[in-house]
């Protein structure tokens, strides 16, 4: 069975396929496409309530190549999902009917509750006994998710991300109730809360870490090396740490979100499991497709 999930964020579009594998006792996921676009329709909807004609022309175009991708690899089902970005634009509504009318896919514009929802699914494999906070940092939002052991305690979405501009005030207001919504969820008795961070900007600050053979890294890590990318300039990131363009302008607030949260959840360790919302759109659809329950599966291999 093969199966195809559509990320629509508000920094770029991703298209996953896999082929799942069945046994008698566990479930496996093997990728056979990924394409990321940096097509950017936060900067619109962020400073301007919609999306564009020049950002929906390009948008129409990706769609398009994504369904004759799906259908070159005669995919069995498809899921696609878009978030902040979509979910605030004044016509994207609109825009989302005329993709289905055009390339036959339903975009399905979820919450950001429900957005935390299917992200869980893919970092059940990452949760261990003890207490975790999850930290999702996108373009236009941010979910935060504290579990217990698997079992997930509270859940929240914030309108902060890495694309999205706020005030100084705005910024500070939201930091503090991000803050307050950790703190009520706080239990003592719990002990070391570990981080579970995810999303395109805590992959590449790991990745830039040289951390070879490392899932997670430190507080104070994380700290070090953030600093070390917001010493260059917006170009010299691009030159000489190889960042792309639309990567290169965002890490920095992003970090800024991964420090702040574990710090104020307690936690000084992140692991950084290099999975996001399209393996959970994979699991969810794995789900819908099949009716078996992904967290009963013994095994699930990383995509």
Known sequence: MKLAAIDIGSNAIRLQIVNVFESKDK???????????????????????????????????????????????????????????????????????????????????????????????AILPYLTEGRSVHIDVGGGSTELNLYEGRELKASQSFRIGSVRKLSAAERKDTFSRMQAFLKKTKNPKSGEVTGIGTGGNMNKLFKLSSRTGKTSMSLVEIKAISAYVKAFSYEERMSFLKLNPDRADVIIPASEIYIRMLEDAGGDTMLVPKVGLKDGIIYELYERTTGKNISEIEYISGI
């Open 27 to 121: 479930v496996s996921f093997k990728s056979l496409e990924f394409l990321r676009f940096p097509l950017r329709l936060g900067h619109d909807v962020f400073k301007k309530g919609k999306i564009l004609p020049g950002t929906t022309q390009k948008f129409g175009k990706l769609m398009q190549t994504f369904r004759l991708l799906i259908e070159l690899y005669d995919v069995d089902a498809t899921f696609a999902v878009a978030t902040s970005a979509m979910r605030e634009a004044e016509n994207g509504q609109e825009i989302r009917d005329v993709l289905e009318g055009t390339t036959g896919i339903d975009v399905h514009i979820i919450s950001g509750t429900e957005e935390a929802r299917i992200l869980n699914k």
